[in-house]
């Protein structure tokens, strides 16, 4: 496959640090008819991995008017086996085609020998995990030929073998890979919860100078068998307030940050999911007023 050329009328692929929505088919015919002002779209990589059709001719499309953040979902950064080369050639692409402004990926494995698990599953934090998801993003950083973002994990158990936090552990993998963070709220309040950690801690702590981007979602309740809350990362409904109230403290305190809001399960209107992004653009512009007045 040939990647196409800089098509010139595209807008500029920089993402603005306003608020953004997931992508999805249904809505592109609303979201054109009606020139959503909104501040980018984000879709998954792997939904663009054929050569045409369909799917691709409404991207260019959107690729025209708004600018894309690319998010893969199936890579396995955290996984034993070798990274998929020819699933690496495809990001490559899918980056040359469409020229995202953003480039990210989780931290999680989803595949183990010739096995591919439709979920992203949690790594224990330890010197070996390390070092392979170092490795691993030193060549996708290569082979793409650009900076990536990796994701923080929603996560259920914790890994007795585990010998470093969740924060010790990113902050190693952005020092020796260059790598930035893709900040997900939401599975900050799930994990926290789930965890019976405190968020707000967590957040405080966060490595937020190499942050690109900010994930907002939605998230299931549930119980575990001894009775405590439980969190499910179910992207199938709003924004929970818990988590708009860290999400408007990190901003508040860092200033505005590209924000998305994810809602992939259950997929509402596309006025349900633009509300959402005007919501978290509210809160941008009072993050951008309030840091305007510091600096004068």
């Known amino acids: 496959m040939v990647a196409q050329e800089t098509r ?9 640090a306003r608020a953004g929505a997931g992508l999805k088919a249904e809505h592109v015919n609303d979201i054109l008819q009606t020139d959503a002002d909104i501040g980018f779209f984000e879709v998954h990589a792997e939904n663009y991995m054929g050569a045409g059709g369909m799917p691709h001719r409404q991207l260019e499309t959107i690729r025209e008017k708004y600018p894309l953040s690319l998010h893969g979902v199936g890579l396995s950064i955290g996984g034993e086996m070798p990274l998929d080369k020819d699933h690496l050639q495809r990001l490559a692409i899918l980056n040359r085609r469409y020229e995202p402004g953003l ?3 989780h931290l999680a494995w989803s595949t183990h020998d010739t096995t591919y698990f439709n979920d992203l599953l949690p790594v224990p934090y330890d010197k070996a995990t390390l070092d392979r998801v170092c490795e691993h ?5 290569t082979v793409v030929g650009r900076k990536m973002l990796l994701e923080n994990p929603s996560t259920y158990v914790a890994f007795e073998q585990s010998t470093m936090s969740e924060l010790e552990f990113l902050r190693e993998i952005t020092r020796r890979t260059g790598c930035g963070l893709l900040l997900d709220v939401n599975n900050v309040h799930v994990s926290c919860t789930n965890h019976e950690r405190s968020a707000e801690d967590y957040l405080a702590a966060f490595p937020i100078g190499d942050v690109g981007e900010i994930h907002l979602g939605g998230h299931a309740p549930d119980i575990d068998d001894a009775g405590r809350p439980l969190l499910i990362d179910a992207h199938d409904r709003e924004v929970d307030e818990a988590v708009w109230t860290l999400y408007e403290t990190v ?7 590209p924000t ?3 809602w992939d399960n259950d997929v509402p209107a596309w006025q349900v999911l633009l509300s959402e992004a005007k919501a978290a653009d509210t809160l941008l512009s009072q993050a951008a007023a309030t840091h305007l007045k510091r600096a004068v």
Request: hydrophobic share 40%; no cysteine.
């Open 103 to 105: 480039f990210s990926e």
């Open 8 to 16: 010139p009328h595209r807008i500029d692929a920089a993402i603005p």
């Open 137 to 141: 993003i030193d060549e996708v950083q």
């Open 260 to 262: 998305l809001i994810e």
């Open 251 to 257: 901003i508040r305190q860092n200033g505005p940050i």
